[in-house]
């Protein structure tokens, strides 16, 4: 990206009531969106199959063992590992996965980041299309399209909008095929996951989550983000995630918070709810 846009800046505006991120280059185009949507369409179709989603179809359950030894085969994805967990955090001599890995029963983390890559890279007309829908919009939630786009549609959590609950369903859940989603928006925020590394603090904590004992006494746990209208560099933004949220005042750039807590839907099966603002 750097050869085609030179330095690539991120920050937050404003449009209407809500905040979008912004993409600030050092280069001007006159066709910068376009060019911008051509980049990410090369890079998804020209890494196919990926190394670190093909190990193993789910992050918990593996031994540590088996996790150290894929790692070291995929020594240029050691931040997507960093990101999946730690080999010194373990439940009953298993691993733990991060928060992001929401997946529950049938549903398998790694395994449908493997189906959503490989997905998107057999098919350039279909990367461009769900690429541009999610970084341009508007956001359709259209029903999957063919039969291989299915299993792909769900938000594995990550959009409470397109929740199906059981209870509030005429049929199971699983059973739905008419699923809807933003299929790349969802596959953007999971590509984001080497800023938010695991690490053992007596437990798996994941960068970016926060824990908060509640008026009823239970500990619930948010994922919180900021917006900032100065344009930061991939370094600067790394450097601001990893911070603790206290440092996220106004005098460090940080306009407003907002958090959304992850919801136990069913054992393993979480969701992110929708989001509250923390600070104005």
């Avoid at 789910?58 to 960093?82: L, P, V």
């Avoid at 991060?98 to 279909?126: C, H, N, P, V, Y």
């Avoid at 049929?171 to 590509?191: H, N, S, T, Y």
């Avoid at 009823?216 to 100065?230: I, L, P, S």
Wanted: glycine share 8%; proline share 2%; net charge positive.
């Amino acid at each position: 990206m750097r050869e085609v846009f030179g330095d690539v800046r991120l920050r937050w505006g404003r449009q209407g009531n809500e905040w979008c991120a912004v993409l600030v280059l050092e280069r001007d185009m006159d066709a910068a969106a376009n060019a911008l949507l051509a980049t990410f369409v090369e890079r998804v179709c020209k890494l196919g199959q990926r190394p670190e989603f093909a190990w193993a179809d789910q992050i918990k359950k593996n031994s540590a063992g088996t996790f150290r030894e894929a790692a070291q085969r995929a020594q240029d994805r050691q931040e997507w590992f960093a990101a999946f967990g730690s080999d010194l955090c373990l439940s009953n001599g298993t691993m733990q996965s991060t928060d992001f890995d929401m997946t529950g029963g049938q549903q398998k983390f790694l395994l449908k980041l493997r189906e959503a890559s490989i997905f998107l890279s057999s098919s350039r007309k279909d990367a461009e299309r769900l690429l541009r829908e999610a970084l341009f919009g508007p956001w359709l939630y259209e029903t999957s399209r063919k039969a291989s786009e299915v299993e792909n549609s769900h938000s594995m959590g990550l959009d409470p909008s397109t929740l199906l609950q059981g209870a509030f369903t005429a049929d199971e859940p699983a059973g739905i095929k008419d699923k809807r989603g933003v299929r790349g928006a969802i596959w953007l925020a999971f590509e984001a996951m080497p800023f938010f590394p695991c690490v053992y603090d007596g437990r798996l904590r994941t960068a970016g989550f926060t824990e908060q004992r509640g008026e009823d006494g239970k500990w619930r746990r948010y994922f919180e983000w900021g917006v900032w209208t100065e344009p930061l560099t991939m370094s600067s933004l790394r450097i601001l995630l990893l911070q603790s949220r206290e440092q996220w005042t106004r005098e460090r750039g940080i306009l407003e918070r907002f958090r959304s807590e992850r919801v136990n839907l069913n054992k393993d099966y979480y969701s992110m709810a929708a989001a509250d603002l923390v600070r104005k």
